[in-house]
């Protein structure tokens, strides 16, 4: 058990929809990542947050969004939702912005 | 573009042989690199890490080693084992940048 819960961790919907994927992070970390995994594909890095402030971007789509609670814990909301978003969304966190990044299980999103 | 390639999708090895899984990295500014290990519905597992300003690291039977003249990493697992099975990404960052770029994976298969 790493630490890192995700919810849910499987999710169907249809084309045009919005969801929201939420990542708790490990307890004291402050960076909280997020990764697409779509099949037969590596781990593409989505967007970064530390401390509540939005640190990185990588390839995310304008459809995509996140935030950072005060909590710590972290959303992923994606919207307009296309056949080929579905994938396996991993959160995961660390302590500081360059250290091991710990995985959660990940959510399988399925749009159909 | 693809900053980190595992050229290699797939490799088996024999049960006590050894595994020798490769990486490649464009960045020459990449000075931290980490191999995470993927079983199937789990997140990725960090396994070993490696600084630029060494050029081996140990830990039991892994041993990332790293050519920073040829931007080539690679992870050595020695004997192989069953449980060793999984995919394995490598992933390489800036030690004071905000994110880690991931391969595609190798999944790795020892053969009882």
């Known amino acids: 058990d790493s630490g890192v819960t995700q919810t849910p961790k499987h999710l169907i919907t249809a084309t045009g929809q919005r969801v929201t994927l939420r990542c708790s992070p490990r307890?004291?970390?402050?960076?909280v990542y997020w990764y697409q995994q779509s099949l037969d594909q590596g781990l593409q890095f989505l967007i970064q947050?530390?401390?509540?402030?939005?640190?990185a971007k990588g390839n995310i789509l304008e459809r995509f969004s996140a935030q950072q609670f005060p909590d710590l814990h972290s959303e992923l909301n994606l919207s307009s939702l296309e056949l080929g978003d579905s994938a396996l969304y991993f959160c995961a966190s660390s302590a500081w912005t360059h250290s091991e990044a710990f995985f959660g299980q990940g959510t399988r999103l399925t749009v159909v | 573009d693809q900053q980190v390639k595992q050229n290699s999708p797939s490799l088996s090895v024999q049960e006590g042989r050894i595994s020798i899984l490769n990486c490649d990295y464009t960045n020459s500014m990449f000075d931290y690199f980490l191999w995470y290990k993927k079983y199937p519905a789990e997140g990725p597992t960090f396994l070993i890490s490696?600084?630029?300003?060494?050029d081996k690291n140990e830990d039991g039977r892994f041993t990332v080693f790293l050519n920073k003249s040829a931007k080539h990493l690679s992870l050595h697992i020695v004997p192989s084992q069953p449980g060793d099975s999984a995919v394995y990404f490598c992933a390489a960052g800036r030690s004071r940048g905000n994110q880690f770029y991931f391969g595609t994976g190798t999944s790795l298969t020892v053969i009882p």
């Open positions: 947050y530390y401390n509540g402030e939005e640190r």
């Open positions: 490696i600084s630029s300003i060494k």
């Open positions: 307890s004291g970390d402050l960076s």
